[in-house]
């Protein structure tokens, strides 16, 4: 591999990732004779490290921050239950159209259940991470409210 793209790729990884593993991993790459693959599982295996961080060493990353709350499954279970209300009323309107029919059918059932259902996961959030990390709690609640806006626009501009 050429230094240039084994230099690169090491750059898609965090800093702190970087800074512990870099030099080596960089040395890793030149060693190899990578192609196309390799950048492309180099090149997965950094968006999981951005999105999954490795733990340990001076990597550790504080547990109360907007990115380990937003993992907790308190908070994406909610964010999971609306953004599948609103794949199903999207689903729904891409393969039945707009009308409105005279039962409410499953679909609406299924919505209905779905965000009523997100709602005491919401408040065992809101009681247990605001008085916790307040600013990154608030963070997570405006993103969970705006997929529950997201879901209900379909339903309330659609008239469904």
């Known amino acids: 591999m050429s230094p240039a793209l084994a230099r690169l790729l090491v750059r898609l990884y965090p800093r702190e990732w970087r800074e512990r593993f870099g030099e080596e991993f960089e040395a890793l790459l030149l060693d190899e004779r990578g192609g196309l693959l390799t950048a492309a599982n180099v090149m997965c295996s950094a968006l999981g490290e951005r999105i999954f961080p490795t733990q340990g060493g001076k990597m550790n990353r504080d547990p109360l921050s907007f990115g380990a709350i937003v993992r907790q499954p308190s908070a994406f279970v ?18 039945y159209g707009v009308a409105r029919e005279a039962d409410e059918g499953a679909v609406a059932h299924l919505w209905q259940i779905l965000m009523a259902g ?13 008085r916790r990390a307040p600013r990154p709690a608030l963070g997570v609640l405006a993103l969970q409210a705006g997929a529950v806006l997201a879901s ?9």
Request: avoid cysteine.
């Open 78 to 95: 909610p964010l999971a239950m609306s953004l599948t209300a609103l794949a199903i009323v999207l689903g729904h309107i891409a393969l």
């Open 118 to 130: 997100q709602l005491p996961v919401l408040l065992y959030f809101a009681i247990k991470w605001l």
């Open 152 to 160: 209900m626009a379909p339903v309330f501009f659609l008239n469904l």
